[in-house]
């Protein structure tokens, strides 16, 4: 019963190992390898594919790439910090050529009232994770990093730990068979 209870506690565990592992790199590693950015989405605006607290990992794109019904993150003002993530809903140019974006969020029952500016494109939307955002939020830059190095380094040391438990539980077992092999028998009775 107690070697049942062990192995379902240690199956248990290894599920939530792989579950946080999993959410590390989706939500920290694979961003951060591939030059993309995750954004927290704060509003309702882009419901029912993006609600809020939907984790959107963008990645940078050429302006001319991006057609009618992509997702992009933009900045509402160039250079300043405060980003939107709507669906482009159509392009346009200016009278010096530069391209433009119409945007709108799918939730939404009018165009975005400014038209976003190539300077303004953050990017367009890779993929996403629903409720990461939350947590995203919860920390900031430096916060986060320290919480990605905390959480490995318990995951490696419990995978370190078990591993150490599993191959002392092997020697003692070996150990246990090899004395009984020692031990003289009792001759069989005749």
């Known amino acids: 019963m107690t070697k049942q209870v062990s192995r379902v506690g ?7 190992i792989l579950a946080v592992s999993a959410v590390l790199v989706v939500g920290v590693l694979v961003p951060r390898v591939a030059g993309a ?14 609600p ?3 984790l959107a990992v963008v990645k940078p794109t050429d302006v001319e790439e991006i057609e009618a019904g992509t997702v992009v993150t933009y900045q ?18 200016t009278a010096d050529g530069d391209i433009v ?11 975005d009232r400014d038209w ?9 939307l890779w993929y996403s ?3 990461l955002g939350h947590v995203n939020q919860l920390l900031n830059g430096s916060q986060r990093q320290w919480v990605v190095y905390a959480v490995a380094t318990l995951l490696l040391g419990y995978a370190l730990a078990m591993w150490l438990a599993a191959a002392l539980d092997r020697s003692q077992r070996r150990k246990e068979r090899s004395d009984e092999a020692s031990r003289p028998h009792a001759p069989a009775p005749a």
């Not at 974006?101 to 165009?111: K, M």
């Open 116 to 124: 976003v500016r190539p300077v303004q494109v953050k990017g367009e």
């Open 101 to 111: 974006l119409q945007t709108q969020g799918d939730a939404n029952d009018i165009p």
């Open 52 to 54: 809020a607290g939907t």
């Open 76 to 93: 509402l003002e160039s250079g300043r910090p405060e980003v939107v993530t709507h669906r482009v809903v159509a392009q346009g140019v």
């Open 37 to 50: 950015t995750p954004y927290t989405v704060l509003t309702s605006s882009m419901e029912p594919d993006l």
């Open 10 to 16: 240690q199956a248990v565990a290894w599920l939530v």
């Open 129 to 131: 994770v629903p409720y």
